[in-house]
């Protein structure tokens, strides 16, 4: 005869352990998640965290790697504030999705048109007091908020770019201040 107290124990150890690999099973996927997702986020910006180097001269630089794309994409600030950058030699200026402009709490100026890869768009004007990579910081820096751009990365333009020297050798662009 089976006693039911054995019975009751070995049904809530089996529970118990049915419990524990479902959990280890979670912690696995979770764990795997979040490899995937910094490998994935490194393939998209090998920049995250651009370091430079100050010569003896004086200037500043810094050296990007491109991303998998063939984008040259870094993480910078704009008026203290992290942003991902995107460089973009064909814009104007440094552009701004409207979402991003009302979180750096940018003032808008007169209006305007743009003409850009999907046509003409309204911007506004504005002024970055500070725009940095790496050891890199320009103040004073012109640029639009662009209602219809979407997402939180910056296109880092001419504005900007103009004020530097950029020097491509295969999957790198050294940025590099001369003061």
């Known amino acids: 005869m089976i006693d039911n107290s054995d019975r009751n124990q070995r049904d809530s150890t089996r529970r118990f352990g049915k419990g524990m690999f479902f959990a280890a099973w979670l912690l696995l996927m979770g764990m795997l998640a979040l490899m995937f997702d910094s490998v994935l986020q490194h393939q998209t910006n090998p920049n995250s965290d651009p370091e430079g180097r100050?010569?003896?001269?004086?200037?500043?630089?810094?050296?990007?790697?491109?991303?998998?794309?063939?984008?040259?994409?870094?993480?910078?600030?704009i008026n203290g504030s992290r942003v991902t950058f995107l460089l973009d030699t064909g814009a104007t200026d440094v552009a701004v999705s409207e979402q991003l402009a009302t979180r750096l709490?940018?003032?808008?100026?007169?209006?305007?048109?743009?003409?850009?890869?999907?046509?003409?768009?309204?911007?506004?004007?504005t002024h970055l007091d500070e725009v940095g990579i790496g050891p890199?910081?320009?103040?004073?820096?012109?640029?639009?908020?662009?209602?219809?751009?979407?997402?939180?990365?910056?296109?880092?333009?001419?504005?900007?770019?103009k004020?530097?020297?950029?020097?491509?050798?295969?999957?790198?662009?050294?940025?590099?201040?001369?003061d």
Do not use: C
């Open 54 to 77: 100050v010569s003896s001269h004086g200037s500043r630089e810094v050296t990007l790697l491109r991303n998998r794309a063939g984008h040259y994409v870094a993480t910078g600030i």
């Open 105 to 125: 709490g940018l003032k808008r100026g007169r209006e305007s048109r743009s003409r850009t890869a999907n046509g003409t768009v309204r911007t506004w004007r």
């Open 136 to 161: 890199i910081r320009l103040k004073d820096i012109r640029a639009s908020i662009l209602p219809s751009m979407n997402g939180n990365e910056v296109l880092l333009g001419m504005s900007f770019l």
């Open 163 to 178: 004020q530097l020297e950029l020097v491509q050798r295969g999957d790198s662009l050294t940025l590099r201040q001369i």
